[in-house]
């Protein structure tokens, strides 16, 4: 069904409306003679009329004639389809140029169209590749993430001789450019942990970027060591069981740094032509877009990022050191809190790393994964043999946030926490909730639905874990007065209750494939590489498709499903697998398993950005269609007769 939705808004199906003789104008088409036909009425009622077809009747009417051709495209009707399937359209900067008032009739269709042909391609027994396109970036890239909607993109750059660093920031979906460079700010060392959220600050719509930096501290004596680079130098990141040392004393440096979106949305005005002469004089002309908020130094190291708002205060939560979360209101001189975790009294004894955090603001919470390891061999049946190394643990917990400024507690101790046995974990991923995913009732009070928080790592012998946290309402004395319900999340011991809150799930693989996770909330990518590829840009080999909820048990699924089949006539395949891999096209195959540097993935729109060593280009590969439009913002294959609809 997805081809055949695609092919609608192809240009076969409007081969012949040039030969259509249609007038225009209602009151020409009022005076005509013959039989009663719906021509005869006025364009505002057929606008009322089409409102309440189905996507795939609107596609069709397209090939009848111009005047339902323009009329299709109004935006009455695309913005009316964009509210009715609610969180399954892609979520939209929050800025004034992206509100309802604004949005334009092809913005609204392409929404509603990318959100309908994702679903079908990614619930598919056999999801594909649709589309891939590549743009250059004239910069290296070492790491990036995606904003939420695909319209903008955070970056750690570097030149080619890969001594000086940068953060950028790229519009995505430029009309006339593709991936355009909007803003470019130097970073004294390399940029990583990089971390992107839309947040309000001081009442201004923005992008707050936070990242970890490292540098050298000290005198250092050796010639050798005063070569080491901190930019280049490499840890084993996500293993905290093969912890490497630094050859060198590092201080570790969190930056916290702000963009207007007003300002992003003035540069990425498609009338100025990217790289022309008349862009860098506005550009010019424009205040500095990059705005410091924070920095935090420490000789410790810095850790996992995460940024929320709590208490209506944009917040900055970094992991230090093992066990030790600090936190940075980013307003004025907002007040810094340290939260040391207790250790658990049984294994109070062992080792443990703070692997990953999210905060939860709704809930007063953070959520925090450690990896407990005991470093005691333990003795073997063959005397003659290694001893072998006792296996590791993983604790999932959560721990009330503490008051802005206390940083006095000794150790804050965890409200619940579930612990698994997990050997060598590795690359642990958190998907990120948010309030627009959330389903409501018909008034405030009203219980809302909201999807769970997907938690996933690697075990000893390619083997994936996945665990998922369901929410359920908040409790009564949890919510102030007047304030609507929320969803909470939280972590229960026992596992094989009928109405368990945390599931678990293993996927082996063993020898096949080494798998990396691209977290979502709704749908999570997965893609594998060759066990033994160790390297910084490993070979990818394959990408899969990862369903949360295959059979319509979860509430938040139903829902969801219900709201974007509200719009279609007919009902497209769903395939009862959680795993599913993606038909790749052979040059895609080809370009994959020759390395790839990073890969970061928009859940919303159902796109796949990946760079590769070396290569001044990002690459996106398309998982759904949408209509495209000319540079001069007409629509493909065949533009409106009117040019006013394409403000509409």
């Not at 009739?105 to 598919?124: K, Y």
């Not at 920095?295 to 940024?307: A, K, N, P, T």
């Not at 509430?555 to 795993?579: F, K, M, N, P, T």
Request: net charge neutral.
């Amino acid at each position: 069904m997805a081809f055949r939705l695609w092919s609608l808004c192809s240009e076969q199906s409007l081969s012949n409306l040039d030969a259509t003789s249609t007038q225009d104008s209602w009151e020409s088409r009022v005076n005509l003679k013959g039989p009663p036909s719906l021509n005869t009425l006025s364009d505002d009622i057929l606008i009322e009329i089409f409102s309440y077809l189905d996507v795939e009747d609107i596609m069709s009417l397209r090939s009848v004639s111009k005047l339902y051709y323009n009329l299709t495209h109004q935006g009455v009707i695309w913005k009316r389809f964009l509210r009715r399937i609610g969180p399954n359209a892609p979520q939209l900067p929050p800025s004034s140029r992206y509100s309802s008032r604004f949005l334009t009739s092809f913005e609204a269709e392409r929404l509603v169209v990318r959100a309908i042909t994702l679903d079908m391609n990614w619930v598919s027994p056999r999801p594909s590749t649709l589309s891939r396109k590549s743009f250059l970036a004239h910069r290296l890239i070492q790491s990036m993430v995606v904003l939420p909607g695909g319209r903008y993109m955070a970056a750690s750059v570097s030149n080619w001789a890969k001594n000086f660093y940068s953060l950028c920031v790229f519009a995505l979906d430029h009309r006339v450019g593709g991936i355009v460079a909007l803003a470019e700010t130097p970073v004294k060392q390399k940029a990583y942990n990089l971390r992107a959220k839309y947040m309000t600050v001081d009442g201004n719509p923005s992008i707050v970027i936070a990242y970890v930096r490292r540098k050298k501290v000290g005198r250092i004596s050796n010639e050798s060591s005063r070569n080491v680079d901190p930019s280049i130098y490499h840890e084993v990141r996500n293993n905290p069981r093969l912890k490497i040392d630094p050859p060198v004393p590092f201080q570790y440096v969190c930056s916290c740094v702000q963009i207007s979106l007003d300002a992003l949305d003035a540069l990425a005005d498609p009338r100025l032509d990217p790289g022309s002469r008349e862009f860098f004089e506005f550009a010019r002309s424009q205040p500095p877009p990059f705005r410091l908020l924070s920095v935090l130094r420490s000789s410790s190291e810095f850790g996992m990022i995460d940024l929320a708002i709590i208490d209506d205060i944009p917040t900055l939560a970094v992991v230090k050191g093992l066990e030790t979360i600090v936190f940075k209101q980013l307003t004025g001189m907002g007040p810094i809190t340290t939260m040391v975790c207790a250790r658990e009294e049984m294994n109070s004894a062992l080792i443990y790393r703070i692997c990953n955090i999210r905060i939860l603001p709704h809930q007063g919470e953070i959520l925090v994964i450690r990896a407990i390891t005991d470093m005691t061999p333990t003795a073997t049946s063959d005397p003659r043999g290694p001893p072998s190394k006792p296996p590791g643990l993983l604790t999932v917990a959560m721990f009330a946030i503490p008051a802005a400024g206390d940083s006095e507690t000794p150790s804050h101790t965890s409200i619940s926490l579930v612990s698994f046995r997990a050997d060598d974990a590795e690359d642990i991923q958190i998907s990120a909730p948010h309030d627009y995913d959330l389903l409501g009732g018909k008034s405030p009070s009203d219980p809302v639905v909201a999807p769970p928080i997907n938690i996933f790592y690697r075990k000893s012998g390619c083997r994936l874990r996945y665990i998922t946290l369901k929410p359920v309402p908040m409790p009564s004395w949890l919510l102030r007065p007047g304030q609507p319900q929320r969803p909470y999340y939280s972590v229960q011991d026992t596992l094989n209750d009928d109405d368990q809150l945390l599931f678990c799930e293993e996927y082996a693989w063993y020898s096949t494939c080494r798998l990396f996770v691209c977290p979502g909330s709704y749908r999570t990518l997965l893609y594998g590489a060759s066990p033994e590829d160790r390297t910084d840009s490993p070979g990818v080999n394959s990408i899969y498709s990862h369903l949360v909820d295959p059979h319509f048990i979860d509430e938040y699924s139903v829902r969801r499903h219900e709201l974007l089949r509200g719009i279609l006539r007919e009902a497209y395949e769903h395939r009862s697998q959680v795993l599913a891999k993606f038909d790749l096209c052979p040059d895609l195959y080809d370009d994959l398993r020759r390395g790839v540097k990073d890969m970061a993935w928009d859940e919303s729109i159902g796109r796949i950005f990946y760079v590769k060593p070396d290569d001044a280009h990002i690459h996106v590969v398309d998982l759904a269609y949408a209509p495209s439009q000319t540079a001069d913002g007409q629509r493909c294959p065949l533009p409106l007769a009117d040019q006013r609809m394409l403000d509409l």
